[in-house]
């Protein structure tokens, strides 16, 4: 039998010793992707909202996380319908949905993401998700096996945070602090006191919730900080931001010149 068992969907039920470590893939680049996830990230962003990844280009992608031992999170471009069905057809297993503001969009993620009776995701029988219909019980066990975590990104959708995670089929949150700290007036600023008291509010209020909940940081620093307000998975910065970081460190080193401090300051 053809194994399409969703690892992160275990990791995110508590399946592991310490919060999963990833970050976001900002390249679209299928090598760049392979080498991250022989890095040693537990799980990949692939991001679809900010990067000029198509459906096309997402297989090639996810192929390449295929090979490496890190598993991959597709953060789509917005609530929609055809890009779910066309995503988790391509082979998707644990998706994103940026910008969730009620329950009842959270609702909608879930049916994009599921077949009938349980949502209204189109019935294909070959395509790459279904292992090209090698997984010949692909369709009896896709519900269980995709995630949908849903991404809060204003103060409203915190606020709103008990109604959104009480919907059945929402795997896991996500808190979007740069959105956040825009949408509080410190556009740019995560670091800000007050994002970061409504930041930490969000993982308390997962917890009480009983579901879990990431976030991403620019830095270690901060990302620690974030393990320490509870949240369950953390990534940390993008691979071209650490590859503009590291070569900014080299060349100002070799001109004898000081490197910019890696502040906080936004977020994906």
């Not at 009776?117 to 090209?132: I, L």
């Not at 990431?214 to 830095?219: Q, S, Y």
Request: proline share 7%.
């Amino acid at each position: 039998m053809i194994d399409i068992e969703n690892r992160f969907k275990g990791w995110l039920k508590g399946e592991r010793p310490r919060p999963p470590l990833g970050t976001w893939l900002m390249a679209a680049a299928p090598a760049t992707a392979e080498a991250m996830g022989y890095s040693g990230f537990d799980f990949l962003v692939v991001d679809m909202e900010h990067v000029p990844i198509e459906v096309s280009d997402l297989a090639h992608i996810l192929r390449a996380i295929g090979c490496t031992p890190a598993d991959a999170v597709v953060r789509l471009a917005w609530n929609d319908q055809v890009l779910v069905k066309r995503v988790l057809d391509a082979g998707a297993q644990t998706i994103m949905i940026p910008f969730v503001q009620t329950a009842e969009e959270a609702r909608q993620a879930v049916s994009f993401a599921k077949y009938p009776p349980d949502g209204v995701r189109g019935v294909a029988a070959v395509h790459r998700g279904s292992r090209f219909g090698r997984a010949a019980d692909y369709l009896k066990r896709a519900n269980d096996q995709v995630a949908v975590i849903v991404q809060l990104e204003t103060p409203e959708a915190i606020e709103r945070l008990p109604d959104i995670a009480a919907v059945p089929g929402i795997d896991a949150l996500f808190v979007g602090p740069g959105d956040l700290a825009a949408a509080m007036g410190h556009i740019g600023n995560i670091a800000h006191p007050d994002v970061q008291a409504l930041i930490e509010k969000a993982a308390r209020m997962a917890h009480e919730a009983g579901k879990p909940v990431g976030i991403v940081g620019p830095n270690p620093d901060m990302v620690r900080r974030f393990i320490g307000y509870g949240y369950s998975y953390v990534a940390v910065a993008s691979d071209i931001a650490m590859m503009t970081s590291r070569a900014s460190e080299w060349l100002g080193a070799l001109r004898d010149q000081p490197v910019a401090s890696n502040a906080p300051t936004a977020a994906y």
